[in-house]
């Protein structure tokens, strides 16, 4: 019960559980007689809360408070903004006739129209539109949301829609808001040639749209939303001219990378609108056309895309013919759309097109809808393989289509299996993973386990994969491998096959060999050492990492270095050695019994006294002895690296000796950078780097202190377990998610925050 509680929170579902208690409970305005001089913002705040909520309470109460109130009064300057919004909400819902009572231009004044226009959305009728428009001052991209909003999700009549027009045209409102009503117009078949003879007067004002929306710019899809307004009635070569003009203004000119995808949209466009317009309803889209509106992120990569904000224009698009295919029923186009739609199941890539749905419908393809309902969501359907969210919008988007057909049975199914689907692994999978791989550590090593309990664990695991992001997915792998070694060949073969996809290819050969090394000891014949080389460079080509910014080279030369050290044949060390890639020492002497004599001298010291002077003049003359090539300077780092390779998984071990030293060096840059003045001029990045510097100071000191602490117990060496660091990353990883959220790479930012924190302690010089 508590995971499942768990998983209404994190799907924000709770309103579907809890809707009945949040409807019998009232607000504070309701339980007390408030005093609207002292109490205004408690009295908004709830009214506006019934508003929302569709509660009749609603009206009542502002009856109650607010009826006959001097609403000048809210635009004193003592109300912050939020609650002005909220005032213009509740005074639109229910008192209308007040807005004439109010003046002034200032900043307040155009808050309170923010929400007015907000509430505006829902009520359209042709007078309804002229009441809204009462206002004098408002903030043009508010009145761009409204508008946006209306044409979106609203039905406008066709008086309702010549009035906001002509009131629109009257106030020279901004050419996007203009081309977004007109857009509406045609799509609905409502005349609005005096907002399209507009348009083409204003055409280049699109170039000057400089406002800051939410998420992108508006200029190319409302230059694409021109174009359909203005085909036929002006020179082509004029749209494409301002077209080129707006993608050079937003970095989507010829050298970057969103101007093919830019060039190939504009294109679509134009063949969409031909189809839009065309009298005899023949197809003028092409296949490539169509494969374009459903793969254009998949043809032309996700970012490039992004850039020339191909995701809206094709939504756009697909929406435009849509509304041509209502108009015009008998069009050839539609069927060959959906039976385009049904031919992309059969490929390895499909993508799902909510729009498309309509097509079926309007051409009574009901078998042909039945095979695309069938694969996303049918008995095996792709909706119950993905993550909760995606699952919703398929079914929210498949039902009314199914609907339609009168598929009852199907719907009853797909209803049933999505409310058991709200069951699942979801936000910190690390609680429900962790205990089961404890228990799983605790049980014996032999066949069963692996076998049995083993890959129960594995299937769960991967199961909380296909759902989400699954953080201890790499503990679990990197635990059953690490058995499969321990057991035999076979059973690493074994499991190596289970993930050995396209998918997980680099990943899970990494965790192999990782696994492999880890448990290098079990291995002491030549013969078993030489297929581990062979198989670790055939894995990890040194001409595929060189082209990588970060690569596996280190790890490479680490790897070699392993197997180089352990051959016992001279003959076959010194060939493997002339073929180079392996650690930096590369004249140190390969003795097996004198290097592990070294090695146990230099432990057995440092074991009993830590590093003092004894033990570095030993490694002094080990290191003359064998000509390693390292300087006296470096001795420290040997032993370091010697310390942490005791006490911290291999998994850290190349991030120490390379990225840690060298995030450390730019992390303390970042400060000098800001300090000197460098990076002046950027004060997004400044500002950034200041606070992260802040609050990442504070977790130093926190962690040095513990460090600090647990060194004092145990002066003659540096006891941090893997346990205990993992336990300081999971910490600092649950700190950036909850900071930067999913966008950030939060393991990536974890290992290197604290390989900076142990580098920076371990290299003090008051160790």
């Not at 226009?117 to 829902?122: C, E, G, N, T």
């Not at 499969?484 to 899970?508: I, M, Q, R, S």
Request: proline share 1%; glycine share 6%; with cysteine.
């Amino acid at each position: 019960m508590a995971q499942y509680a768990n998983c209404i929170q994190y799907y924000a579902k709770e309103s579907d559980y809890f809707e009945a208690q949040s409807i019998n409970k009232k607000t504070k305005a309701e339980k007390y007689c408030l005093n609207v001089k002292n109490d205004i913002e408690q009295i908004i705040l709830d009214i506006d809360f019934a508003a929302k909520a569709g509660f009749e309470r609603g009206h009542k109460l502002f009856d109650e408070y607010l009826s006959g109130y001097n609403i000048e009064a809210l635009l004193s300057g003592e109300l912050n903004k939020e609650t002005l919004v909220k005032a213009g909400y509740i005074f639109r819902c229910y008192g209308a006739d007040y807005m004439d009572a109010l003046t002034g231009n200032s900043n307040d004044y155009v808050y309170f129209v923010d929400g007015w226009l907000d509430a505006s959305v829902s009520i359209t009728s042709k007078e309804d539109i002229r009441q809204t428009f009462t206002f004098k001052w408002y903030n043009p991209d508010s009145l761009y949301a409204y508008i946006h909003q209306i044409t979106e999700e609203k039905n406008l009549e066709k008086e309702s829609f010549d009035e906001l027009l002509n009131i629109l045209l009257g106030m020279s409102a901004s050419i996007e808001i203009i081309i977004e009503i007109c857009t509406y117009g045609l799509l609905n078949s409502y005349k609005c040639e005096a907002g399209i003879e507009y348009i083409g007067n204003h055409l280049s004002d699109i170039i000057k749209i400089d406002r800051d929306y939410k998420y992108e710019d508006l200029r190319i899809i409302s230059l694409i939303k021109a174009n359909l307004c203005l085909f036929g009635r002006i020179e082509e070569s004029l749209v494409e001219k301002c077209y080129k003009e707006i993608l050079n203004l937003t970095h989507n000119g010829e050298s970057q990378r969103g101007y093919k995808p830019a060039l190939a949209q504009y294109d679509i466009a134009k063949h969409v609108s031909e189809q839009f317009y065309s009298v005899d309803r023949n197809d003028v889209l092409s296949k490539d056309d169509i494969f374009s509106l459903i793969y254009f992120a998949d043809k032309y990569g996700a970012g490039s895309a992004h850039d020339c904000n191909g995701y809206t224009v094709m939504r756009f698009l697909r929406k435009v013919l849509v509304s041509f295919s209502e108009h015009n029923p008998k069009a050839g186009i539609i069927d060959t759309i959906c039976k385009a739609v049904v031919q992309c199941l059969e490929w390895d890539k499909t993508r799902f097109i909510p729009e498309f749905n309509r097509l079926f419908c309007i051409s009574n393809a009901h078998a042909d809808f039945l095979k695309v309902a069938e694969y996303w969501c049918g008995e095996d359907g792709v909706a119950w393989r993905s993550e909760y969210d995606e699952m919703e919008d398929l079914c929210k988007n498949m039902i009314p289509a199914l609907e339609y057909f009168g598929e009852n049975k199907f719907i009853e199914e797909v209803r049933e299996k999505q409310k058991y689907r709200m069951f699942g692994y979801v936000g910190r999978k690390d609680y429900s993973l962790n205990g089961l791989l404890d228990c799983y550590k605790k049980l014996p090593l032999n066949e069963e386990k692996l076998c049995c309990y083993g890959m129960r664990l594995f299937y769960v695991s991967n199961l909380a994969d296909s759902i989400g992001d699954n953080r201890f997915s790499s503990e679990v792998d990197r635990e059953l491998l690490e058995d499969a070694v321990k057991l035999g060949y076979k059973y690493c073969n074994a499991l190596f096959e289970l993930k050995n996809t396209p998918k997980d290819l680099v990943y899970w050969r990494m965790k192999v060999l990782d696994s492999l090394y880890c448990n290098i000891d079990l291995i002491s014949d030549d013969s078993e050492l030489i297929a581990l080389y062979r198989l670790t460079n055939s894995w990890i080509k040194e001409y595929i990492e060189n082209d990588r910014e970060y690569n596996r080279l280190e790890t490479l030369r680490s790897y070699n270095y392993e197997i180089i050290s352990r051959i016992s044949s001279s003959e076959i060390r010194e060939k493997l050695m002339a073929k180079g890639l392996y650690d930096k020492a590369e004249h140190k002497d390969f003795s097996v019994e004198t290097g592990r004599d070294y090695n146990l001298e230099i432990i057995n010291l440092l074991k009993e006294d830590g590093y003092n002077e004894k033990a570095e003049g030993v490694i002094l003359t080990q290191i003359d002895k064998r000509e390693i090539g390292l300087h006296v300077g470096a001795v420290r780092d040997v032993y370091y690296k010697m310390v942490q390779s005791w006490y911290v998984s291999s998994e850290f071990e190349e991030y120490t000796t390379n990225t840690y030293s060298k995030g450390a060096s730019a992390w303390k840059n970042w400060a000098e950078k800001i300090e000197s003045g460098e990076m002046e001029g950027k004060d997004a990045i400044v500002a950034f780097y200041e606070k992260q510097l802040a609050e990442a100071k504070l977790e130093v000191m926190a962690l040095e202190q513990r460090l600090e602490a647990i060194k004092n117990d145990e002066p003659a060496i540096f006891p941090v377990t893997a346990e205990e660091i993992e336990d300081i990353n999971d910490a600092y990883v649950e700190y950036f998610g909850d900071k930067y959220g999913k966008q950030t790479d939060n393991h990536r930012y974890a290992d290197v925050y604290i390989g900076q924190m142990l580098w920076a302690f371990l290299t003090q010089e008051n160790f």
